[in-house]
């Protein structure tokens, strides 16, 4: 699903660039990345690795988009198929959005928020109920 929805974008982005790590190497890119160590030092995780909930991360310098596939799983595994595909759609797109719209931080996320209630609004209800659903321990 994220390979083909990445096929849709990828003539408008192509510099950019999409890839897929297992769950450690992606806690570690997690980890570096300016927003979750934002979170990080806010104290919004007890325990990062079983806590963090975010399967898809861009780095809009390096115009790269990186996918935890295991974590999407793990994720979205409880939910019923169709909230499923909107969830893994939903959640690829509000982060590779972050490619094609100016700004940073909470601003870059509010237009990305508005252009997906606009134009994917089942996938963007998907990806916020998912969200508000807490991990299982």
Do not use: N
């Amino acid at each position: 699903m994220v390979l083909h929805k990445w096929g849709d974008y990828k003539p408008v982005l192509p510099a950019a660039t999409l890839q897929f790590l297992d769950r450690e190497p992606y806690l570690d890119a997690a980890r570096a990345d300016a927003r979750v160590r934002d979170e990080m030092v806010m104290g919004l995780f007890a325990d990062f690795e079983a806590e963090f909930r975010e399967p898809v991360l861009t780095d809009v310098d390096q115009e790269l988009v990186t996918v935890c596939p295991p974590l999407m799983r793990q994720i979205v595994e409880p939910e019923v198929p169709r909230i499923q595909r909107a969830y893994v759609e939903g959640a690829f797109m509000r982060r590779m959005f972050r490619l094609l719209v100016e700004g940073e931080g909470w601003e870059a996320d509010a237009q990305v928020r508005d252009v997906m209630a606009r134009h994917f609004p089942f996938h963007l209800v998907a990806v916020e109920a998912v969200e508000r659903t807490p991990a299982e321990s």
